[in-house]
């Protein structure tokens, strides 16, 4: 049968498709009916008898050649135009097709209902618009979803667009504007709900699934679904906590979040960079760039870091010019080899060189392998099993251990809620933690148990009372018990060297990392001879302790360390830091906690709805363009002008907070949860 044409002007339709999804990549390339879903869009879309040409827009980007190639073997028209700029896309597509009337489908849409598309197109003419869509407000299923305008209007925006929001989904100028006569073709009964667009793999389940049903047909109509819908329910089940164009709404790397959360448990490698812990569907989560305490999201957008600048590792900022060259030196010369690096021994000798107590060294590459790595020689050391802890060691089996019993040890002890699954049963009983200032807890400790180790942090969010580090000491040292501070978090924040140092009070061991590679993975510990040597009785070793990389980091990274001060320098700032955090709550009558090491400074409002204004900050913030919460991780970057900015942009969300305490809702303020405060699963 000859296509029906409403006009004589040419009606083409333009699939918008492209093979770097961020949440399912390749999509339009997945097989579905036997065919690829792109191939199977096409055909649908084909028997519309109102459209003279469907084309695949696509990019020119490398990725999507595959996709080009595919479209040609199957003899489907291709363009390929920006990628970046959509809208333009669009234009230069419809120029070269000479079209007069444009009909958008993107690629994520395989049930594009034929029938639906010649309804709006009738439709378009009959009203005599410059653009019609289905979507404004939808009524149709998600995946039907149709606009037809015409080219006119499309270059017009492609003239007057000047947002990245509208250049990338190309009809926003258009329908937003007030410029262009628009309308909507609505269905009688609201089915918006519903999702059959296929933008994560629970989408591509459910289509298959209607594929499946129907096969070997593909040109059933949306009713036949919706019919399908009411007898098989099930079908539909596997998307349906999905919500409808959130891709609009979502930043690149909250996308990718979702679909690392698909291949990766819990999303990440680390919880404390986890988006739930700062601002839950709201948090850049992934950076393309990081320079001085400036980042960089994956759409190019820029922030000041008021964070925790990537978990305290950068106290010379991000990408240290003087730091990254002697890596590069080290990667153009060969990070890897047969032999040993000497850069291993000019590390361990400058870290005895500031550590006079100290004789021996082992390098490791992070924090909880250090940890380990102290605990197996000391144990060694002792022929002891038991230690007694008070602080936060990482993630071993060993620590751990503390909360095999029932009255979960570790609650106290940082993160509330590290569930000890997978822990070996039969380490039960072998740690015991102490509460820090609490001297006569550990006192009776170490009398009721057979304690071999005492392993705790030099200080975190308070300093030592009542000469309680020289008293841990003097225990240890009167009853042969290896004494180890853990500083891979406090290390080099306020002297050169330890924090161990500022007090007076030499361990047997101590453990750096974080700081000291300026955010290049290196951890070491050090120790006494007479304990260290125990490490040749037990075999600790691994390859990647032996990559030069990380040695190379830490010597030139102590090297700026030293030329700048920078020790005091990140002290001062966090100081002034504290100070107007004090300042601010003072001045909207707020009640605020301090704590922390002044260059790793933080406060929580003294309210039931502390973790509330916590996410209000951080999502007002991020909205100036600051990565922040309630605490700094300070930097030789962070300059007095910038930390003046940071409090000018603070200051009237300090007086929302205010209004909050004295009645007004904040949850109503909120555009997503409020972040999590502790460890929890993340499905």
């Not at 830490?554 to 020790?567: C, F, I, P």
């Amino acid at each position: 049968m000859a296509k029906q044409k409403i006009v004589r002007a040419k009606v083409l339709a333009v699939v918008q498709a492209r093979m770097g999804s961020t949440r399912l990549p390749g999509k339009v390339m997945k097989p579905l009916a036997g065919r690829t879903l792109i191939e199977v869009l096409i055909s649908r879309l084909r028997k519309a008898k109102t459209l003279d040409e469907v084309l695949v827009a696509t990019t020119t980007e490398k990725t999507d050649d595959v996709l080009a190639a595919h479209c040609k073997s199957k003899r489907i028209p291709v363009f390929r135009g920006s990628s970046e700029d959509v809208l333009k896309r669009y234009v230069d597509a419809c120029r070269k097709y000479s079209a007069s009337v444009v009909v958008r489908i993107t690629g994520d849409c395989p049930l594009a209902d034929p029938q639906l598309v010649d309804s709006l197109i009738r439709s378009f003419a009959k009203q005599k618009v410059d653009y019609l869509s289905n979507t404004n407000p939808p009524s149709y299923p998600d995946g039907l979803d149709i606009e037809v305008f015409t080219i006119e209007a499309l270059e017009k925006a492609a003239d007057r667009a000047s947002s990245g929001y509208q250049r990338e989904h190309v009809t926003p100028y258009i329908y937003q504007s007030g410029n262009f006569k628009t309308g909507n073709f609505a269905n009688q009964d609201d089915f918006s709900k519903e999702r059959w667009t296929v933008d994560e793999s629970n989408d591509l389940k459910v289509v298959d699934d209607i594929f499946q049903h129907f096969s070997p047909r593909i040109d059933f109509s949306w009713k036949e679904v919706m019919e399908l819908r009411k007898k098989n329910p099930k079908i539909f089940l596997w998307n349906r906590h999905l919500v409808r164009n959130e891709g609009a709404k979502l930043c690149t790397g909250q996308k990718l979040w979702k679909r690392a959360k698909q291949v990766i448990p819990g999303g990440n490698m680390l919880l404390s960079k986890r988006p739930e812990m700062f601002l839950p569907d709201q948090w850049p989560a992934y950076f393309s760039k990081a320079k001085g305490c400036k980042v960089w999201d994956l759409d190019g957008k820029e922030y000041i870091d008021m964070s925790i600048m990537g978990i305290g590792t950068n106290t010379l900022g991000y990408g240290h010019h003087e730091v990254d060259e002697a890596v590069r030196q080290v990667i153009q010369k060969g990070n890897m080899s047969t032999l040993n690096c000497p850069e291993e021994v000019y590390l361990a000798e400058k870290l005895i060189e500031l550590h006079p107590w100290a004789e021996m060294v082992r390098l490791a590459r992070s924090g909880g392998e250090a940890n380990a790595i102290a605990v197996r020689i000391a144990r060694a050391a002792t022929g002891k099993d038991k230690v007694a802890i008070c602080g936060y060691h990482g993630w071993h089996d060993w620590y751990l251990s503390a909360n095999l019993g029932d009255d979960k040890s570790l609650d106290g002890h940082l993160l509330p809620g590290l569930e000890p699954e997978g822990v070996p049963g039969n380490l039960r009983g072998t740690v015991f933690p102490f509460t820090y200032n609490n001297f006569s807890q550990l006192e009776a400790l170490v009398k009721t148990h057979d304690i071999g180790i005492i392993k705790m942090e030099v200080m975190r969010n308070q300093g030592p009372q009542d000469n309680f580090l020289q008293k841990v000491r003097k225990l240890a040292t009167e009853r042969g018990i290896v004494l180890i501070f853990d500083e891979c978090t406090s290390g080099f924040r306020e002297t050169y060297g330890g924090l161990h140092l500022k007090y007076g009070v030499n361990p047997d061991m101590a453990m750096f990392g974080k700081a000291l590679g300026n955010g290049y993975a290196i951890t070491a510990v050090i120790g006494k001879r007479v304990v260290m040597e125990a490490a040749q009785k037990s075999f600790i070793s691994s390859t990647f302790w032996t990559e030069r990389i990380g040695p190379t980091a830490a010597l030139k990274t102590l090297e700026v360390m030293k030329r700048e001060k920078s020790w005091e320098q990140i002290t001062q700032t966090g100081i002034s830091i504290r100070k107007g955090w004090q300042s601010l709550a003072d001045k909207h009558g707020l009640e605020i906690e301090q704590w922390g090491l002044p260059a790793l400074a933080g406060f929580t409002f003294r309210s039931p709805h502390a973790l509330a204004y916590k996410t209000l900050i951080t999502q007002e913030m991020l909205k100036k363009g600051y990565l922040a919460g309630n605490s700094v991780y300070v930097c030789l970057e962070h300059t007095p002008a910038l930390v003046t900015g940071f409090f000018d942009a603070l200051n009237p969300i300090f007086a929302v907070i205010k209004e909050c305490e004295i009645g007004r809702d904040v949850m109503s303020l909120l555009n997503g949860p409020i972040c999590h405060s502790a460890f929890r699963r993340l499905n």
